[in-house]
């Protein structure tokens, strides 16, 4: 009579035997096993911490190249900040005792000019933690709104509690124009989603061990805590920064708006002010001198023209018109679109002043009916034309006219 050589049961009373050169293992056994293996090997992979798949600034870029069009000062910026800290984190301490510095970025730019997936894009060919935080929620310890002690806890969750490796992660902070202080001369009230969010990300961005509350909220005594040190992690922030470019044409004493300029300023490209940005004016739109210090690496991003729009529809490797065209194939449908419709979309997005996010939108509000029909119809394939863009948007227009 075979038996199982672990638990002993005779083969009549298993629903499975299977029989070995030596022994035999029955269904049960096999799945306990199997239980015991999971949680062995995902104990052994949370505490074996990743390495950083670090790569040269020009493969950084080329491999940013693939995913965003144009932008080639800020991928040149952000792939030698990326590639210089990294290799900070990895140098070995020499004997001239040498300890360099953190090279914080931030980058300013338009709405849907791409500060975020730089950013994200980084991250994921990095295969570190990364979380992107909204600084408008941030307030002062104690106001409502959420501590500045939430972008620890959220990179933690990224990186599912493993301190180690959420100590090399990187935190993108969104909207970091939004907590400028309202004037160029320190506030006399507090400001406590400002000036006051500022001076508590100081210590957060030059490196401290911070005592973070594992689910996020407030802290109180008797909650336990997790030690993060941030001297390894990296911190992007990004922000629109809204009317910087009069401060620009100010220092550079060029007239914005008007006919006439100074003879100094004749060679300023004033339609793109924004890459003459310099820290002076971080400072003079409400950034204080300590955060601009602690955020070394500066670069801009260009307004996106009609050509680098028309671009983005459809060279990247993620671009718009290839995941409608996955989406479609997934259903069996073959997709194509023409190409005046894809010059009308990018007509529409410069209308909006919406960036490449505008693209998305005008895309979703012409695919919106044929997605919603086409699974239920026995269609092989859907060609979209000018004519069907223009009768959708100008249908979704009309519907938010009546709906207003």
Known sequence: MKKCSFCGREEKDTKLLVTGVSGNICDDCIAQTNNILSEEFKSVSKNKEPEVLLKKP???KEFLDQYIIGQDDAKKYLSVAV???????????????????????ILVGETG????????????????PFTIVDATVLTEAGYVGEDIESLLTRLLQAADYNTERAEKGIIFIDEIDKIARKGDNPSITRDVSGEG????????????????????????????YIQVNTKDILFICGGAFDGIDRKIGNRLNTKVVGYSASKDSEGVDRKNLLQYIAPQDLKSFGLIPEIIGRLPVLTYLNPLDREVLRNILTEPKNSITKQYIKLFEIDGIKLSFDDAVLDYIVEKAIEFKLGARGLRSICESIMIDIMFESPAQNIKSFKVT???????????????????
Not at 197 to 223: T, Y
């Open 83 to 105: 590639y210089n800290h990294y290799k900070r984190i990895n140098q070995l301490i020499d004997k001239d005792d040498i300890e360099i510095e953190k090279s914080n970025i």
């Open 386 to 404: 000018k004519k069907y863009a223009k009768e959708r948007i100008e249908k979704a227009n009309i519907a938010k006219l009546k709906a207003s």
């Open 58 to 60: 020009n493969e950084i």
């Open 197 to 224: 969010v500022q001076q508590g990300l100081l210590k957060l961005l030059e490196g401290a061990v911070i005592n973070v509350p594992p689910q996020g909220g407030r802290k109180h005594p008797d909650q336990k």
């Open 113 to 128: 000019t791409g500060k975020t997936l730089l950013a994200k894009t980084i991250a994921k060919m990095l295969n570190v």
